[in-house]
C-alpha cells in the first residue's frame, strides 16, 4: 500500500472530534488513538468514552467513577512510544451524573431540585434510558468545550445498533423538555386544560384508563418542578447542536469491513449529510490484507513440501487460501463503500494482533492513522 | 442446554458485532428443523434478520420465511398503537388517543416507553393464547436483541415501568411480563461473543449484570467464528525453523512465489488461533453458563449455506 491515506488533514485544526459508528467496530479505541496521535502533536486533547472496556480503561488510568477528567500518565505513554509536547487526557461518561449535574445547576431553589431528583419519572430517565445517554455525552462535550481547558476533543459516541438514534436522541430529549409540552402536564388538574381545546379533558380520561392515575400524576408533578428548567434546556441543546455544526467540528465514521457494519456506516453518511453535519473520513479498522502469495500456484506448493513435506505443506496452503478469502470480502466491501462516499476521505487500518487494550495497542494504532511524523 | 429449544423464548444479546443476528437465524433454522413452529424476532428498525434469509423486511407481521420459520419486526411505534387498541378495546379511541398532541408528548416523555411495549410485543408473540385475532400461537420465538447494555435495558423494562406505574393497568401487564422473561423455564438468555479480549470481558459483565440487575441467569454462550488451528506447536516450530532459513526470492534472484508470505501467513494464524483458545480458556473459567463454540466461516458472505452449516452446528451441541 503505497500513499495511504492518513488523517492528519482531516483533523487538523479541528476542536470537535467525534467518532461514531456502530457496536464492536473499534471506536473507542479509534478515539483514544486519534488522541494520543494529537497529543503527540503537541496538543492537549481528551478522550470522552463511554463505558470503555475495562482493560482499556486501566490501561487510561480511568478509575470506575465517571465524569472526572484524567490526565494519562506522560511517563506510562513514554513506555508505549507515545511522546510528544502535548497531554493526553481522558474522561468516562456517566450520564445520571451529568443529568444530575445539570439539574443542580439550573434548578432555581434547593425544593426544585430535591423534587425533580427525587421524582420517579426523573429517576428512571436520567439512568441510561436510551436517548439520555446520548443527550448527556453531548452536553458534557459541551461544557468542556465551553471551558476552553483543552485544544481538541475527541468524543466517542455511545454504541447504537442504529448509529443514525445518535443524532436524533438529543433533539428527541429536548422537545421532551421542550416548555411547551410541559403546559400540558403542568396543568395538573383537569381544569388547567383548557387550552387544549374541548377534546382534552376527555382525552385524558382515555389516557388515565390506559396508563394509571399514578403515572400521569407522576408526570404531572416532574413537569412542574422541571418547568423552570425547560428553557435553558431547550437554549443549551441549540448551542450544542450549532457546535456540531460549526466549522470547527468533524464526523469520523468508525467502521468494521463486514458487510453489516459497513451498511451502517453508509446509512450515518447519509444522515450527516442530510442534517448538515461536517463528515470527516470513514476509518475502516480490521482489515485483513492479502498475503502475497497465490494459494493455487502449483510452485509456491511444491517449494513449500520440500522444505516442509507435503502434509504439512498443505496446511499452510490451506491457511493461505483462507487468508485472502477473507482479504477479498474485505476488499470488495470496502469498494463498495468507497464508491458511495462519492471521493469523500476513506482510511484502512490493517488488523493489528489481537485486540487494542493496552497503550502499546494505542501507539501502534496511531502509528496506521497519522503520517509519519519528521522528526 | 438440551432444553434451549422447550423455551417459549429466546433472548439472543451479546456485543455489537459479533454476529448475533447469524447467529439467531441459525438457532431458528435448528428449531424449525426440530419440528418447532419458530419466529425469529428482530426489535431495531434494521431488518437484517430477513436480509440474512435474502427476503425483503418482514415489517410489523409475521412473515413465513418458509414451513415452521416465521419473521417479525418490532418497531414502538406500531407496538405502541397496537398496545393502545388493546388496551381501550377500541380501534377508534385508541386511533383518537395515538394520534393527540398529549399523547405524543406521552410517549416521548414516559422514559423507556419504546423498550417497554417492544418488550411486549414480543412477550405476545411468545403466548401460547395470542391476543392478535386469529394468530396462531409459536412454539419457540427467538429475538435477536440489541447489543448486551440496551439488550438488557428491554428485558429490564417491564421492571422500570412497573416502578414508575406503581398501579394501574400499565403497572399489572408490566409485572406479567417481567416474571414472563425472567422465568427460566418459559425464557433463555443467551449471547453470542468472540474469542477475543473485549466480548469475552462483556460477556462476563452481561453474566453478573443479569444476575445482578434482574436476578436472572444467562443460559448458554454461543463462541462465534473461532478459526482452525491447524497446527500443533511442533509444526508451529517446524515452520518458524524453515521461515528462517528461507531467504527471500530476492536474495536469490528468483521471481517469488511467496513462500515466506506463506509461511509467515501460516504462523499468523496460528498465533491467532492461538489466541482465541486462551480467550476462550479464560470465559470458561469466569463463566457459569457453558459456553459453545462456532466456526469461523471462512467464506465470502456467510449465506444460507452458512445459515445451513450453522444450524447443523448447533443441532449438535443442543
Known amino acids: 500500500m503505497t500513499r495511504a491515506t492518513r488523517i492528519d488533514s482531516v483533523v487538523a485544526g479541528k476542536r470537535v472530534i467525534v467518532c461514531a459508528g456502530s457496536g464492536g467496530v473499534g471506536k473507542t479505541t479509534t478515539a483514544a488513538a486519534i488522541a494520543a496521535g494529537l497529543a503527540v502533536r503537541g496538543q492537549r486533547a481528551i478522550v470522552l468514552t463511554i463505558d470503555p472496556a475495562r482493560r482499556l480503561a486501566d490501561a487510561l488510568g480511568l478509575p470506575d467513577l465517571g465524569n472526572e477528567e484524567h490526565r494519562v500518565d506522560p511517563r506510562r505513554l513514554e513506555q508505549a512510544g507515545i511522546r510528544g509536547d502535548g497531554e493526553l487526557w481522558a474522561m468516562t461518561l456517566d450520564a445520571k451524573l451529568t443529568f444530575d449535574e445539570l439539574i443542580e445547576r439550573d434548578a432555581p431553589d434547593v425544593e426544585t431540585r430535591d423534587a425533580v431528583l427525587a421524582n420517579p419519572i426523573y429517576r428512571q430517565l436520567s439512568n441510561a434510558v436510551a436517548g439520555s445517554q446520548e443527550y448527556m455525552a453531548m452536553e458534557k462535550l459541551y461544557e468542556l468545550h465551553e471551558s476552553g481547558r483543552y485544544d481538541v476533543l475527541v468524543l466517542d459516541t455511545p454504541p447504537t445498533r442504529n448509529a443514525l438514534d445518535f443524532l436524533d436522541a438529543p433533539g428527541r430529549l429536548s422537545r421532551f423538555i421542550d416548555s411547551r409540552s410541559l403546559q400540558v402536564f403542568r396543568a395538573s388538574g383537569r381544569a388547567g386544560l383548557g387550552l387544549f381545546g374541548r377534546g382534552a379533558g376527555a382525552m385524558l380520561a382515555v389516557l388515565e384508563r390506559a396508563t394509571g392515575v399514578d403515572l400521569l400524576r407522576d408526570l404531572a408533578d416532574f413537569f412542574n418542578a422541571f418547568g423552570g428548567m425547560a428553557e435553558g434546556f431547550r437554549d443549551r441543546a441549540r448551542r450544542v447542536e450549532s457546535l456540531l455544526r460549526e466549522e470547527g467540528t468533524t464526523f469520523l465514521l468508525v467502521t468494521s469491513p463486514r458487510a453489516a457494519a459497513i451498511a451502517d456506516a453508509g446509512h450515518f453518511h447519509g444522515k450527516l449529510a442530510s442534517s448538515g453535519m461536517p463528515f470527516g473520513a470513514l476509518i475502516v479498522n480490521r482489515v485483513r490484507e492479502p498475503v502475497a502469495a497465490d494459494a493455487d500456484d502449483a510452485r509456491l506448493g511444491s517449494e513449500l513440501a520440500d522444505r516442509l513435506g507435503p502434509k504439512l505443506a498443505r496446511k499452510v496452503v490451506h491457511d493461505v487460501a483462507d487468508r485472502n478469502r477473507l482479504a477479498e470480502r474485505d476488499a470488495r466491501n470496502i469498494e463498495r463503500m468507497r464508491a458511495e462516499l462519492h471521493g469523500g476521505k476513506l482510511l484502512t487500518v490493517p488488523e493489528l494482533s489481537g485486540d487494542v487494550h493496552d497503550l502499546d495497542g494505542l501507539a501502534a494504532l496511531a502509528a496506521r492513522l497519522f503520517a509519519k511524523r519528521r522528526s | ?172 401487564q408490566a409485572e406479567i411480563v417481567d416474571r414472563f422473561v425472567r422465568d427460566s423455564t418459559t425464557t433463555a438468555v443467551i449471547a453470542v461473543a468472540l474469542a477475543e479480549e473485549m466480548p469475552v470481558s462483556e460477556t462476563l459483565d452481561l453474566e453478573r449484570r443479569l444476575r445482578d440487575e434482574l436476578g436472572a441467569s444467562l443460559d448458554h454462550v454461543f463462541v462465534n467464528a473461532v478459526l482452525p488451528n491447524r497446527l500443533s506447536g511442533a509444526e508451529a516450530k517446524q515452520i518458524e525453523a524453515a521461515r528462517s532459513g528461507t531467504p527471500t526470492a530476492s536474495a536469490r534472484g528468483e521471481r517469488s512465489t511467496g513462500t515466506v508470505a506463506a509461511l509467515d501467513a501460516s504462523l499468523a494464524a496460528h498465533r491467532t488461533a492461538r489466541a482465541q483458545r486462551s480467550q476462550l480458556a479464560r470465559l470458561r473459567r469466569g463463566l457459569d453458563a457453558e459456553a459453545t463454540t462456532l466456526p469461523h466461516l471462512l467464506t465470502a458472505d456467510v449465506g444460507r449455506d452458512g445459515l445451513d452449516r450453522l444450524a447443523t452446528r448447533l443441532e449438535r451441541a443442543l
Not at chain 2, 434478520?49 to 415452521?68: D, K, M, N, Q
Not at chain 2, 411486549?120 to 401460547?128: F, H, N, S, T, Y
Not at chain 2, 412497573?162 to 399489572?172: D, L, M, Q, T, Y
Request: glycine fraction near 10%; proline fraction near 5%.
Open chain 2, 1 to 172: 442446554m438440551g432444553a434451549l429449544l422447550d423455551r417459549r423464548l429466546v433472548f439472543v444479546t451479546g456485543k455489537g458485532g459479533v454476529g448475533k443476528t447469524t447467529v439467531a437465524a441459525a438457532l431458528g433454522i435448528a428449531a424449525a428443523r426440530a419440528g418447532r413452529r419458530t419466529l425469529v424476532c428482530e426489535v431495531a428498525d434494521q431488518e437484517r434478520l430477513t436480509a440474512v434469509f435474502g427476503l425483503r423486511a418482514a415489517g410489523f407481521r409475521e412473515v413465513e420465511i418458509e414451513p415452521c420459520l416465521n419473521a417479525f419486526s418490532v418497531n414502538p411505534e406500531d407496538a405502541i398503537s397496537e398496545w393502545l387498541r388493546y388496551q381501550l378495546h377500541s380501534r377508534t379511541l385508541a386511533g383518537l388517543l395515538g394520534g393527540s398532541r398529549i399523547f405524543q408528548y406521552l410517549a416521548t416523555a414516559a422514559p423507556g416507553l419504546a423498550e417497554m411495549v417492544t418488550i411486549g410485543k414480543v412477550w405476545e408473540l411468545a403466548q401460547l393464547e395470542r391476543k392478535t385475532p386469529s394468530a396462531a400461537p409459536y412454539d419457540l420465538v427467538i429475538v435477536d436483541a440489541p447489543a448486551t447494555g440496551h439488550g438488557l435495558a428491554l428485558l429490564r423494562a417491564p421492571r422500570t415501568f412497573g416502578e414508575i406505574a406503581r398501579v394501574g393497568p400499565i403497572n399489572r
